[in-house]
């Protein structure tokens, strides 16, 4: 993913056998490792050339956390009526292909690091579950962060911030949604029938 005004780039490795790593490329010219390196660890099987500098991933995971990192890119808010709150502009959101678990990264004082827990998170350091079979993600006009999976049928779903519209109704649905595929999700993937609070939900695309 291409950092949308520094044009920075950020990439999420899929590890070979037991590392999920994110690295971050402000330029050209870097050097993460491979075949010599996985994550933050020498590779056993490779002899290290001498005198060889390594940029290291700003993030890595073992394969007992991360099994297949997925990039979702650096959250920018837009005005969009769905946008999240302020403290999330700039957060670099991941997700792993198999687990379905949605985390982000903020930058504090140059290292990216997960920030404190917001209420109604998943865990300490998964925002968001229920995120299986998602292989990309959008920023949208609306300010919500959209996603596609692509299992099955396939679908198409974003995720919305509900701020000071308590008394509106959700924004709507395709007329063809089944009611299962209409309802709203909370950060912990529990169904919400009428998503009146504050907050942020998840919901197949309308």
């Known amino acids: 993913n291409v950092h949308p005004t520094t044009g920075d780039l950020f990439i999420a490795d899929v590890g070979q056998v037991e590392w999920e790593e994110i690295d971050h490329a402000p330029t050209g010219g870097l050097n993460f490792g491979w075949p010599w390196r996985g994550g933050p660890v020498a590779r056993g099987a490779c002899t290290v050339p001498a005198d060889t500098a390594y940029d290291e991933p700003i993030q890595a995971f073992d394969h007992g956390e991360m099994t297949c990192i997925m990039s979702a890119g650096i959250y920018t808010r837009n005005g969009g009526r769905y946008q999240f709150p302020p ?13 379905g678990h949605l985390m982000r990264l903020r930058n504090i004082g140059g290292v990216w690091t997960f920030p404190p827990a917001v209420v109604g998170q998943h865990s300490p350091r998964v925002w968001a579950a229920g995120f299986q079979a998602v292989p990309d993600y959008a920023m949208g006009p609306d300010g919500a962060l ?8 396939g679908e198409i779903r974003r995720i919305v911030y509900f701020f000071g519209i308590e008394e509106e109704e959700p924004p709507p649905e395709p007329d063809a949604t089944p009611a299962d595929d209409a309802a709203y999700y909370d950060l912990q993937g529990r169904r919400v029938d ?9 919901t197949r695309a309308g």
């Not at 009428?194 to 998840?202: D, E, I, R, V």
């Open 146 to 153: 959209w996603y596609c999976r692509n299992y099955t049928e």
């Open 194 to 202: 009428n998503p009146k609070q504050n907050g942020l939900y998840f």
């Open 87 to 99: 403290e999330y502009d700039g957060d670099y959101f991941f997700s792993d292909y198999i687990t």
